[in-house]
């Protein structure tokens, strides 16, 4: 399929994303799907406590002397692993079911079921959390996500593509370079999307490149969204700075076992009315793993499932008055740790980068010796002197005895669905 896509004029191109946009906005559109109870300015209790009856009503039986919190304490924790590997005991009998798989930044990957309300549910979350923005079905997206719409060989703009359905140009990660970031930054200009939602990742080499072009923007969009990969503050700053406007994120996986999204003010939410979200301590104080149970999936059960995804904890309440959990920050996958010589695992290693203000992009790769290469794509400011601070950097929070080497690539590979792995490991 893909194959005759790469093959068929752009203006077919755009009129076949278009269809398929089309498909996946009448998807997410589901009777009932309305009819979500909204708690986040409540107590929850009540709401929790009816919705883990539900979610918990088919597995181990329940002494009646407890209460449902207590039962759920008392169960076993569940990951991507044990579910594999059991996977009838977590499906039920449902209708309008949808496949659903997770590709696994470990090769892990997990094929489950979820329902057509489960999805629209779903989407009702992500529209209520844009509506706090003022963005609604009226806005036009300029969506910089992984999707690969324009073919690889294609070496002349337009380096996108449209869906009318639902609003989006779509734009290529693939072809953004030092040599075409004009391009994209002159169809911004023309069609003028006032929503900007992508990784971070590609939105950041983005402003990074037309930066350094100095190219600007002629319009203001209203906000932009973030999502899929961790959000550093440098990276939202920046690209604050070039779009001129305030942004935000949501985190969310294809599990559906937890959603966190940003607030008018600013603060990261729990979407308590989505899912049953523990926070479960680690070694590391103050770092928490996020672990959920769905509660309207009916055709799969994930239960007190762990994500392998790391939060902290804001200590006080937010000011929008919404009573709903408050997380600091949403930290990288678990798989962003490197490996010291005395076998202690080293995490949040994007610090070291937090002042590097010439590295427009940077991977950490370790060997299975070792061996660390630090992957920095520089800006045409990179000098000797970042370098001797990088190193120092390097050793002030990595230790002297670290083998480590820099080297320099024009640009970093991209795993299969666009996104930028920070941390990789050869296995
Ligand atoms: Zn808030």
Redesign the pocket.
């Known amino acids: 399929m893909e194959k005759y896509y790469q093959l068929l004029p752009i203006w077919l191109q755009n009129i076949l994303v278009s269809l398929y946009g089309l498909t996946l906005k009448l998807s997410r559109k589901f009777k009932d799907s309305c009819k979500v109870e909204e708690i986040e300015f409540q107590n929850m209790t009540e709401y929790h406590e009816k919705k883990l009856e539900y979610a918990l009503r088919k597995g181990a039986p329940r002494n009646e002397r407890e209460s449902i919190f207590e039962h759920y304490k008392n169960l076993p924790y569940t990951d991507k692993i044990i579910v594999r590997e059991n996977l009838s005991s977590f499906q039920r009998n449902a209708n309008n079911i949808i496949q659903r798989h997770t590709s696994g930044t470990t090769g892990a990957g997990l094929k489950f079921t979820t329902t057509k309300y489960a999805e629209s549910i779903m989407w009702f979350f992500f529209e209520r959390y844009r509506a706090r923005f003022s963005l609604g079905k009226r806005d036009w997206c300029g969506y910089f996500c992984g999707r690969t719409v324009v073919p690889s060989k294609s070496s002349t703009p337009p380096f996108w593509r449209f869906n009318y359905f639902g609003k989006q140009v779509l734009y290529s990660n693939y072809h953004l370079s030092s040599g075409t970031v004009q391009f994209y930054i002159d169809s911004l200009n023309r069609y003028q999307p006032s929503w900007i939602h992508g990784y971070p990742s590609f939105l950041n080499l983005l402003v990074s490149l037309a930066t350094e072009k100095k190219l600007a923007l002629n319009y203001t969009p209203k906000h932009v969204t973030f999502g899929s990969e961790s959000l550093s503050r440098e990276v939202k700053s920046c690209v604050e700075v070039f779009f001129g406007c305030t942004s935000s994120e949501l985190y969310c996986q294809t599990e559906g076992v937890a959603m966190i999204s940003s607030?008018?003010?600013?603060?990261l939410?729990v979407d308590e009315e989505f899912s049953y979200v523990e926070f479960k301590e680690t070694e590391q104080q103050g770092v928490y793993e996020i672990v959920g149970t769905s509660f309207f999936n009916d055709s799969f059960q994930f239960v007190k499932y762990r994500t392998g995804d790391f939060v902290t904890l804001a200590d006080t309440k937010?000011?929008?008055?919404?009573e709903s959990r408050?997380v600091e920050t949403i930290d990288g996958r678990k798989e962003d740790y490197i490996i010291l010589e005395n076998g202690s695992k080293v995490g949040r290693l994007d610090h070291i980068f937090k002042d590097m203000t010439n590295v427009t992009e940077a991977q950490i790769y370790q060997n299975n010796t070792g061996f660390i290469e630090f992957r920095i794509v520089k800006n045409t400011k990179y000098s000797l002197i970042d370098e001797n601070k990088l190193k120092a950097e390097i050793i002030s929070r990595l230790g002297k005895s670290l083998n480590f080497d820099i080297v320099y690539l024009k640009q970093i590979k991209r795993t299969k669905n666009g996104k930028l792995r920070f941390v990789i490991h050869e296995k």
């Not at 607030?263 to 603060?267: D, H, I």
């Not at 937010?318 to 919404?322: D, I, M, Q």
Request: hydrophobic share 10%; aromatic share 0%; net charge neutral.
């Open positions: 607030c008018e003010s600013g603060s939410h937010c000011t929008c008055g919404r408050v």
